[in-house]
């Protein structure tokens, strides 16, 4: 009799697991425990009568590294080859993005001229800050905070301007607090491998490129940047759901786990609201704090471990305007802290993906995300705040920041509590991969699977951006 293995939390992170349990020589019995009333955790995607699309999670996926690779295979696999959407390597989305500070747009440095010659709104040319990587020593702390890192190998300026507002598109977090190791590791081991993270980079990890697909090598060829689904990020889940049933996988929703303990026969003891399941091996794919409340007595010291992990709330505010142009054309711009602490950034969602514009009236699709780790400060508590507040500062920061003077024809507010971000001073940051899954065995108590980024605000690294708990949220005029 095969064993059982419960993984628990059905967002993209566990669905992605069973997947890898399913497809093994060997598969064990698989249970899928949710607790919400669906599938995709934060991959969550509206579609209307038109067929415009609106992501209020994740928005695209990078087809970098081994992560990437793997994942467009299972794409392949799942069937859905023919509804991606690439963004390649000479698309205005891939080539422009743009910081907002001192009150205008700036585009990001590129090519020859960037590196040697200031632009704003940087004061030096960006080849002083590769220098100072080269030259500078490497450090053998564990970790430090991502604005230390860069601070220490190419300057206080991006550190100040460059990492804060990466920071805050990509974790909603703020680069002081964030772990270089968690959130950047190619950065960090780039520094351990070759003293100078520039070097480290260039020459390379031979890290193997993963599960090659014709999609793989065609994002290679093309040098995509990104690529979404034509029906949106969600259907990614659906697809995976739609795969694993048949192959016995069993997924049930509203089953929140309730306690999770070793049982005197070596296997795991899964209390649910309704009764109890019995496992041999165990997955996690919870959020930090929601994985410390389950976990054993005898594994209190990995929850005090996860409880130490800060989280935040994110505001995504959708917005669709007809009869409008944007003043820049790219993938969307990013505002550092130090310009506006409760806006992160806005996304031109209707450059990188037209083809989630509909079949409708020529429209500029916009995603504005607000909060991080400012969102309290800026607008309060996140489970109180009034949609329609977030709504109008959504709607300002459009029209100072791009010009749009009419109000939009469509809106739609979520407010995403908890997002979980990695302080440099915890262990880390648990979920869990696109990969593999890494069971917990009955000699050991339960730990999480460790993170690989899948999705962002800003442009997606390979990370579900937000643990898999169901937002707040209202719409107008539709829904």
Known sequence: MPPTVAVVGGGISGLAACYHLARGPRPPKVLL??????LGGWLQSTRTADGTVFEHGPRGIRPAGVVGTDTLHMVSELGLEGDVLPVPGDHPASRNRFLYTGGALHKLPSGLGG?????????????????????APAVTEPDESVHAFVHRRFGQELADIAMDSLCRGVFAGDCRVLSIRSCF?????????????????ALGSGEERGAESGLSQRARAERWSQWSLRGGMESLAQALAAFLRPRGVELRCHAPLRRLRRHPDGRWQLTLADGTVMADHVVSALPAAALAEVLPAEAEPLAQELRHIPAVSVAVVNLQYEGVALPVTGFGHLVPSSEDASLLGIVYDSVAFPQHNGTGAASVR??????????EQSFGDPAAVAPALLLQRAQVAVQEQLGLEPAPTRSIVKVHQSASTA?????????????????????????????QPLGSCWGSCAEPQWPCVPPRHTAAPRQ
């Open 115 to 135: 590196l040697l010659r200031p632009v704003p709104p940087f004061s030096q040319a960006l080849l002083w800050s590769g220098v100072r990587d080269l030259l």
């Open 33 to 38: 425990l949710e607790a919400s009333a669906r």
């Open 423 to 451: 302080s440099w001073r915890s262990s880390g940051c648990p979920s869990a991969s696109l990969g593999p899954p890494t069971p917990v065995s009955p000699s050991t108590t339960a730990s999480p699977v460790p993170k």
């Open 366 to 375: 916009l995603t504005v995300m607000l909060g991080g780790a400012w969102f």
């Open 185 to 201: 590791p190619a950065l960090f081991e780039a520094e351990r491998r070759r003293r100078s993270v520039l070097l480290g980079l």
